[in-house]
């Protein structure tokens, strides 16, 4: 079974700096997708991006980018000019291609708090 | 398009009563999960589906019952509550299994 893990319960940043949201995870698999969440104190869970594992380069969206190390099985989720309203839960998930396909793990959850 | 609709928003119920939670999609999407997500901590898998008339356990799926009678559906049942089953209950479709999943409102469901 997959596991993933977000070893930083809670994590701060100054208003316009960069932090990084750390993930690992652990797979036999050799094609699977990876996500991070965001949830915001509205509890609604929204997509912040996606990584698939047989692409050497790391996604980007805008603020967010991740640092995807596929034999270190690592996938942290950088945010860059860090805004106030990016303060929320982020949740790293993983996602199997095999015959368990649909089947999604998440880790803890990082609370990240925005400083203004 | 209304997305993932979950219905009630709230809910409590007292041990051993059942009840079922409602789920909805209209995007056409083959796969759906249900997952409970306690304090503090991430989603937990109950159910998935990856079609109408197939689904599958996830990790905690003791106590719950799932059916897949329609692409859009996908109610999640107690069987007979359980304090331990107080959380906020999440539904959640995908087009693909290598899309990013939709998430309904959510469910807060307390069991007295």
């Known amino acids: 079974a997959q596991t993933v893990t977000q070893s930083q319960p809670e994590m701060s940043v100054q208003e316009a700096e960069t932090v990084t949201l750390s993930c690992t995870y652990d797979?036999?698999?050799?094609?699977?997708?990876l996500f991070w969440y965001k949830q915001p104190p509205s509890r609604q869970m929204i997509l912040v991006i996606r990584?698939?594992?047989?692409?050497?380069q790391n996604a980007t969206e805008n603020r967010f980018s991740v640092n995807f190390q596929k034999a270190a099985k690592s996938f942290s989720l950088k945010i860059s000019d860090s805004q106030l309203g990016d303060a929320a839960m982020y949740f790293c998930?993983?996602?199997?291609?095999?015959?368990?396909?649909?089947?999604?793990?998440f880790g803890d959850g990082t609370t990240l708090t925005v400083k203004p | 398009n209304a997305g993932v609709t979950q219905t009630p928003k709230f809910q409590v119920l007292k041990t051993g009563q059942s009840m079922t939670l409602q789920c909805a999609q209209d995007?056409?999407?083959?796969?759906m999960s249900w997952y409970r997500q306690d304090p503090g901590m991430g989603l937990r898998l109950i159910h998935y589906?990856?079609?109408?008339?197939?689904?599958d356990q996830g990790e905690v799926p003791n106590g719950y019952n799932v059916s897949r009678s329609t692409t859009e559906d996908f109610p999640l049942r107690l069987l007979s509550a359980a304090p331990s089953q107080t959380s906020v209950y999440f539904c959640?479709?995908?087009?693909?299994?290598?899309?990013?999943?939709?998430f309904g409102d959510g469910t807060r469901l307390s069991i007295l």
């Open positions: 959640a479709s995908s087009y693909k299994y290598n899309q990013p999943q939709h």
């Open positions: 797979t036999s698999e050799s094609d699977y997708y």
């Open positions: 990584q698939e594992a047989y692409k050497q």
């Open positions: 998930a993983y996602r199997s291609t095999n015959t368990n396909a649909g089947k999604s793990t």
């Open positions: 995007m056409n999407h083959e796969y």
């Open positions: 589906s990856v079609g109408a008339g197939i689904t």
